[in-house]
């Protein structure tokens, strides 16, 4: 059976939907865990505010197409967001191991909205591409932005943990 374009634009809505949703759950968990960090606290927590824009614009094209989210895909994605976030916790470079996870899920999501991109360009779904593109470059920033903070957030974790104090978060 083969889909037509429209229907193949609809789930990529509920599949990045379903990503942003799992994004915030790392990141709100994560935030609550940075007061060593004040650099990485301060990227989340904007860019938390950004994946809520984000969130609202995926979900006003789903309404626009008569559709909305998937449930199911949230509920799955939620919940593997909140263990992955947990999942770093017990770990004494909780912090260096976050920094690793969030530069590879931004790329993630780099990846899923230039597909998401295409699918609307295909699907003649132009009237949603300009928040895309923004939402794109979002991503693109904040990938941008961890990668910056990979070597400074090194930096401090060896001097705390040089000087006894407590380093994971």
């Not at 609809?10 to 990503?19: F, G």
């Not at 989210?69 to 799955?76: N, R, V």
């Not at 903070?149 to 104090?165: C, D």
């Amino acid at each position: 059976m083969a889909l037509d374009t429209r229907s193949i634009y609809i789930t990529a809505l509920k599949n990045t939907h379903a990503l942003e949703m799992q994004a915030l759950q790392i990141m709100e968990r994560q935030v609550e865990r940075l007061q060593r960090y004040p650099e990485m606290e301060t990227a989340l927590r904007r860019h938390i505010e950004e994946t809520h824009g984000q969130r609202d614009r995926l979900e006003e094209a789903l309404t626009s197409l008569g559709d909305g989210p998937s449930a199911l895909k949230e509920g799955f994605l939620g919940f593997v967001g909140n263990m992955m976030a947990l999942g770093h916790t017990p770990a004494q470079d909780e912090i260096l191991k976050n920094t690793f996870a969030n530069h590879a899920f931004e790329n993630f999501e780099i990846a899923a909205y230039t597909s998401l991109l295409t699918i609307a360009e295909a699907a003649g779904q132009g009237g949603h591409l300009a928040g895309f593109r923004q939402s794109l470059q979002e991503e693109q920033s904040m990938a941008a932005k961890v990668a910056e903070l990979i070597q400074p957030t090194t930096v401090r974790y060896l001097e705390l943990s040089a000087s006894g104090e407590k380093a994971d978060r």
